[in-house]
């Protein structure tokens, strides 16, 4: 794809540049026009859609989205350890609905800070648990099959992430800025995995290590052609 400059772009990346208003204006052609169908949100055919939304969901309803994400979910979980308002959240939500994670866990405090997250988290499953042990219990039950809880944290006897063939059915746990995984969470996980660092700082931030974790998980399963139906 090309953009006025010339540039190349990929197809997700259309407008690398503005326009100045995201999305689009009103179905053109007026009410006549409209098409039929219960996915068509009628506030947004008739004054424009200018939601953070990829054009195959334009002037469709959000509940129509979250049900069209439903049909191909991916088979990973991640989950966050929130004791101490960590801001990474929101940006890892908004990864995990980017990589179309199966849902997303808040572990700890009820309450983040949803800011990073740019509205992506009211399209995701988004469940809250009191502990990690509450965290386990529910992906050990879990409706469409037990679910392998990984830690991700680059702590002493972690795997290498980049060696280790994921499973399809597991949850990415992460902890927060600072102190990292708890010492529940270590001990409650299946396994911890850690990301090779070759600089001076000891890691690298949360969200970042999300991104990475996740995006292992996709390339190891995932169809990036989107053609193949669920990770
Ligand atoms: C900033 S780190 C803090 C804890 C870290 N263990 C330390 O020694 O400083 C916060 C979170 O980011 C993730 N993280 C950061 N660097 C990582 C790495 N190299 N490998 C895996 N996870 C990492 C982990 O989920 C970790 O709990």
Same mark, same amino acid.
């Given at each position: 794809?090309?953009?006025?400059?010339?540039?190349?772009?990929?197809?997700?990346?259309?407008? +690398?540049?503005?326009?100045?208003?995201?999305? $689009? =204006? +009103?179905?053109?052609?007026?009410? %006549?026009?409209?098409?039929? =169908?219960?996915?068509?949100?009628?506030?947004?055919? %008739?004054?424009?859609?200018?939601?953070?939304?990829?054009?195959?969901?334009?002037?469709?309803?959000?509940?129509? #989205?979250?049900?069209?994400?439903?049909?191909?979910?991916?088979?990973?979980? $991640?989950?966050?350890?929130?004791?101490?308002?960590?801001?990474?959240?929101?940006?890892?939500?908004?990864?995990?609905?980017?990589?179309?994670?199966?849902?997303?866990? #808040?572990?700890?405090?009820?309450?983040?800070?949803?800011?990073?997250?740019?509205?992506?988290?009211?399209? /995701?499953? $988004?469940?809250?648990?009191?502990?990690?042990?509450?965290?386990?219990?529910?992906?050990?039950?879990?409706?469409? =099959?037990?679910?392998?809880?990984? *830690?991700?944290?680059?702590?002493?006897?972690?795997?290498?992430?980049?060696?280790?063939?994921?499973?399809?059915?597991?949850?990415?746990?992460?902890? /927060?800025?600072?102190?990292?995984?708890? %010492?529940?969470?270590?001990?409650?996980?299946?396994?911890?995995?850690?990301?090779? /660092?070759? =600089?001076?700082?000891?890691?690298?931030?949360?969200?970042?290590?999300?991104? #990475?974790?996740?995006?292992?998980?996709?390339? /190891?399963?995932?169809?990036?052609? *989107?053609?193949?139906?669920?990770?």
């Amino acid at each position: 794809m090309s953009d006025p400059d010339g540039e190349q772009r990929a197809p997700y990346d259309p407008m +690398p540049h503005g326009p100045e208003e995201v999305g $689009v =204006g +009103p179905w053109p052609g007026g009410h %006549e026009a409209w098409p039929a =169908g219960d996915q068509w949100d009628p506030a947004l055919l %008739e004054h424009g859609d200018r939601r953070n939304v990829v054009d195959r969901y334009r002037y469709w309803t959000m509940a129509a #989205i979250v049900a069209d994400l439903d049909t191909r979910r991916h088979a990973f979980h $991640v989950a966050i350890e929130n004791w101490q308002h960590d801001f990474n959240i929101g940006t890892i939500v908004r990864t995990a609905n980017a990589f179309l994670a199966a849902e997303v866990h #808040i572990v700890g405090n009820r309450r983040w800070n949803r800011r990073g997250a740019m509205v992506t988290d009211r399209y /995701q499953h $988004v469940r809250h648990h009191a502990d990690v042990p509450a965290l386990a219990a529910y992906l050990a039950d879990h409706p469409a =099959g037990p679910v392998t809880l990984l *830690g991700i944290d680059n702590l002493p006897g972690a795997e290498p992430l980049e060696a280790t063939a994921l499973p399809r059915s597991a949850c990415l746990l992460f902890g /927060q800025e600072g102190p990292g995984l708890s %010492e529940q969470a270590r001990a409650v996980c299946d396994g911890t995995l850690s990301i090779a /660092q070759f =600089g001076s700082t000891r890691s690298i931030n949360a969200s970042a290590a999300a991104a #990475i974790a996740m995006h292992t998980w996709v390339r /190891q399963h995932a169809d990036p052609t *989107g053609a193949g139906g669920r990770g």
